[in-house]
DNA sequence: ATTGCCGGGAC
DNA sequence: GTCCCGGCAAT
């Protein structure tokens, strides 16, 4: 036991694993300590991942982990975040996980794992409709452990103040998800001499629970974060101005069905295959730049194949509420999930084609959506001074042809997962090669 | 301080 | 073309 020991600064107390059952089911859980080999006490490097680390876990009791509430695991017993992937073990039937089906994430019950083609069929029982359903997925698309709910779940949960409390007076925990680089990456160098300044000190990082826990969440899974259905402004509803907002401007959401975000019935052919959002990235000095235009903004269902649009918030929500949401058990107001706001003054045609990305649909244009959620905001933000027009919407086009607008400045730093923090460093192998190459990440790409 | 990734060099 | 990494920008 690591008893009056200074922790190791990364450790890994807190951060949610699942570990195997006696049932060949795999259960989550926290870690709770970590015992360590006597001759690894001093272990003053980063990570107490030596085989013969303990890791005592306690299962979340409701999940059920028959009849134990804690016990101990080594490293290669775990699954979770700085331990082992799914990919390397075989669900057995009736194992609880989580997919992401239609753009959010469900839990369900493997029926059956297919090891020679890691395709494993998942039993889907929605919430509040009586017939399961079958998916099948591809094992890495299968999370043992509940990636992240709606922000508002998310404050009910009781896991993190577990996470809190069962710290206690420590005060950093950990991620492994974060692992910065070892040092061990000029065995075979190329070239380059590794540069002075990299001193393996640096590797220290902190992390309070929560925010490990936040990073947990995020990683495992989300859809590929703030879509436009996360933004949120406070008063965007015109009439609804002086209310306030109790809403947060940022939300992390359960990712909504594939965002359909044609400001003009573009051809969306549903963006891809996975559950990957718009990436709403946006240059911060546009706002001034674009302060003037007039714009409108209304509210667009973004149910797939449902092009409904409203003028205010309330009734895309109650649009929401009763044409798609009626038949699902929806306590908590998921209809924020399924419209986003559009600015009629993008109604112009889409950016051309004609350079860059041309691989993809321009709505996944980087560019694009920066300036739509600059435009966005800048109008959100300006909403309050100026009248609206419906005679200036087409003012602003989403290419002034003034080709001082740097079309492909910078990349945008991505909000997306990252292979360095899905994998971690101890899985570099898994990298795309970009992220290997530090190049921009392809896999968990915009 | 850390991270993402561009730009450019070495092969 | 692949691979690597210094160094900058964003966070």
Not at 137 to 150: A, I, P, Q, Y
Not at 351 to 366: G, I, K
Request: hydrophobic share 25%; proline share 8%.
């Amino acid at each position: 036991m690591s008893t009056g020991k200074r922790l190791a600064k990364r450790s890994i107390i807190g951060t949610r694993v699942c570990a195997p059952g006696e049932d060949g089911k795999f259960y989550s859980g926290v870690i709770q300590a970590v015992k360590t080999p006597a001759n690894y006490v001093e272990n003053n490097n980063c990570i107490n991942l030596t085989p013969n680390t303990r890791y005592t876990v306690r299962f979340d009791s409701r999940q059920g982990s028959l009849g134990r509430t804690t016990a101990e695991f080594r490293e290669n017993d775990l699954i979770g975040p700085g331990f082992q992937s799914v990919l390397g073990v075989e669900l057995v039937a009736g194992q609880k996980c989580f997919v992401t089906h239609n753009g959010r994430e469900v839990c369900g019950e493997v029926c059956k794992h297919h090891a020679e083609t890691d395709e494993v069929i998942i039993s889907i029982q929605p919430f509040g409709i009586e017939a399961p359903f079958e998916v099948q997925k591809r094992l890495e698309e299968v999370r043992l452990l509940e990636s992240r709910k709606s922000a508002r779940l998310a404050d009910q949960d009781t896991d993190f103040a577990r996470l809190a409390d069962m710290a206690g007076d420590r005060k950093r925990t950990a991620s492994h998800t974060i692992d910065v680089p070892a040092p061990s990456y000029h065995n075979g160098s190329r070239k380059r001499r590794p540069s002075s300044s990299h001193d393996d000190n640096s590797k220290d990082s902190q992390m309070d629970e929560c925010s490990a826990a936040l990073v947990l969440m995020s990683l495992s899974c989300s859809p590929h974060s703030p879509n436009l259905g996360a933004f949120s402004y406070p008063g965007t509803s015109p009439d609804s101005s002086s209310s306030n907002s109790s809403s947060p401007s940022y939300r992390s959401t359960p990712s909504p069905p594939p965002i359909a975000f044609s400001p003009h019935s573009t051809p969306l052919s549903s963006s891809s295959n996975s559950d990957e959002g718009i990436v709403m990235d946006y240059y911060p000095d546009e706002l001034p730049r674009k302060k003037k235009s007039l714009t409108r903004i209304v509210f667009q269902c973004t149910w797939p194949s449902c092009l409904k649009i409203t003028n205010t918030c309330e009734t895309i929500e109650a649009h929401v509420r009763s044409e798609h949401l009626k038949d699902q058990v929806c306590q908590d107001a998921e209809e924020e999930f399924y419209y986003t706001e559009v600015e009629l003054g993008l109604t112009s045609p889409p950016p051309t084609l004609s350079h860059q990305d041309m691989a993809r649909p321009f709505h996944e244009d980087p560019d694009y959506q920066r300036l739509l959620v600059g435009t966005m905001r800048q109008t959100l933000l300006s909403q309050q001074q100026l009248p609206q027009s419906p005679h200036k919407l087409l003012k602003l086009s989403p290419r002034p042809h003034s080709p001082k607008v740097p079309l492909s400045p910078r990349r945008v730093r991505g909000e997306n997962k990252k292979c360095r923090k899905v994998y971690g460093m101890e899985h570099k192998e898994q990298w795309c090669t970009q992220c290997k190459w530090k190049k921009a990440c392809t896999r968990f790409a915009e």
